[in-house]
């Protein structure tokens, strides 16, 4: 009905950048909130940021002036730039998103996730 996918992962070296790009689509009313969330192996699943419709981010710690999270509203779209990565980035990124659905002129907000891009920073 909806469905997240992510894209942009992959391998980078200490120092380098990557974006990721998540997109939503199906039945779609409208989105609310949008995060990413990474997961590292034998770690348990933490958020590095969000953001609301209206544009305001939120960033963990670690992430904050490294990271930058955007979306475009229009293309369902919300994206995350990271700079200077280092090993500790390593995870499987996750996309969410508060997405709103209509059912019989009702609205529904559903927690939609995606299935996850892995970014692997490494020499």
Same mark, same amino acid.
């Not at 200077?84 to 996309?95: F, G, I, M, Q, S």
């Given at each position: 009905?909806?469905q997240?996918?992510?894209?942009?992962?992959?391998?980078?070296?200490p120092?380098?950048?990557?974006?990721?790009?998540?997109?939503?689509?199906?039945?779609?009313?409208l989105?609310?909130d949008?995060?990413?969330?990474?997961?590292?192996?034998?770690?348990?699943?933490?958020?590095?940021?969000?953001?609301?419709?209206?544009?305001?981010?939120?960033?963990?710690?670690?992430a904050?002036?490294?990271?930058?999270?955007?979306r475009?509203?229009?293309?369902?779209?919300?994206?995350?730039?990271?700079?200077n990565?280092?090993? #500790? @980035?390593?995870?499987?990124?996750?996309?969410?998103? +508060?997405? /709103?659905? $209509? *059912? #019989? @002129?009702?609205?529904?907000v559903?927690?939609?996730? +995606?299935? /996850?891009? $892995? *970014?692997?920073?490494?020499?």
């Amino acid at each position: 009905q909806v469905q997240l996918v992510e894209s942009g992962g992959g391998l980078v070296q200490p120092g380098g950048s990557l974006r990721l790009s998540c997109a939503a689509s199906g039945n779609i009313f409208l989105i609310d909130d949008m995060g990413w969330y990474r997961q590292a192996p034998g770690k348990q699943r933490e958020l590095v940021a969000t953001i609301t419709r209206a544009g305001n981010p939120n960033y963990r710690d670690s992430a904050k002036g490294r990271f930058t999270i955007s979306r475009d509203n229009a293309k369902n779209t919300v994206y995350l730039q990271m700079n200077n990565l280092n090993p #500790e @980035d390593t995870a499987v990124y996750y996309c969410n998103a +508060g997405v /709103g659905i $209509l *059912v #019989e @002129d009702l609205l529904r907000v559903l927690e939609v996730w +995606g299935q /996850g891009t $892995l *970014v692997t920073v490494s020499s």
